[in-house]
């Protein structure tokens, strides 16, 4: 059984590597018959400090899709310096971001349409969109799409269930329940009843966490607490609010 390199060993692994990636980048003498060799080879340590092939792994890029699997996806993640992508990419490991997926899996109880709610986060488009001004440009305006053509729903019961291919295989996680969930294909917000006031942060945590899958969850977190302070005021406040 595969045991964990100690950490003065895998010090000097993430000193190798940074080596390699550096020449790599510079194009200063590795070859593409060293980077076959490495693909190759199991030379790429997981999360859990073992040394795994390329194409077994996944960058760790985003806290909100591993989270849905809790531990049982460690094995097969990777968190090098985020300088290192390009080479880890050029090695066959993709973003974790790119090969997941979190789905509706189960709803119970009489769909309800939530007017009210929807008109509410669209009189407010503009003003979440000022919030967010220290994103990227491609980040507010996916925020717009979302919400232009956005539609509230509700049941009694809902579950969601994440997957990832991996190896060009399906790794599925166990159905959870959770308070909100933006469906993005079909520009969906789907809630829980009975909505109440704490509905507000599941809320903008699940729109946020869509848009910006790579955020920190405490940075989501603060920012679906700032969005809900907001639903609280007329547009008008709102505006006043942020101005000062």
């Known amino acids: 059984k595969q045991i964990s390199l100690p950490n003065k060993e895998q010090a000097i692994y993430e000193n190798c590597m940074q080596n390699i990636v550096f020449c790599w980048d510079s194009n200063c003498g590795v070859e593409d018959r060293d980077i076959d060799k490495l693909r190759e080879a199991p030379s790429v340590l997981n999360m859990q400090g073992m040394f795994c092939h390329p194409d077994e792994l996944l960058i760790h890029d985003s ?63 503009d003003v979440f969109v000022r919030m967010l001004h220290d994103k990227k440009s491609t980040v507010r305006e996916k925020l717009v799409q979302y919400l232009q053509k956005l539609s509230v729903k509700s049941y009694d019961v809902i579950r969601v269930v994440a997957s990832v291919t991996l190896s060009g295989n399906l790794v599925t996680s166990e159905p959870r329940p959770v308070k909100a969930f933006y469906e993005e294909s079909e520009g969906i917000l789907i809630l829980v009843r009975p909505i109440e006031d704490l509905a507000w942060l599941h809320i903008f945590n699940s729109i946020l966490h869509s848009i910006m899958p790579s955020e920190s969850a405490a940075d989501i977190s603060h920012l679906g607490m700032n969005f809900a302070q907001i639903i609280k005021m007329s547009v008008s406040e709102a505006n006043e609010y942020l101005t000062e």
């Open 63 to 125: 806290e909100w899709h591993a989270s849905h699997f809790g531990d049982d996806l460690l094995p097969a993640l990777t968190k090098p310096n985020s300088e290192w992508w390009p080479f880890f990419k050029e090695l066959g490991v993709n973003n974790l971001t790119k090969m997941a997926r979190v789905e509706l899996d189960f709803f119970d109880g009489l769909e309800q349409n939530e007017k009210e709610i929807t008109e509410l986060i669209i009189e407010r488009c």
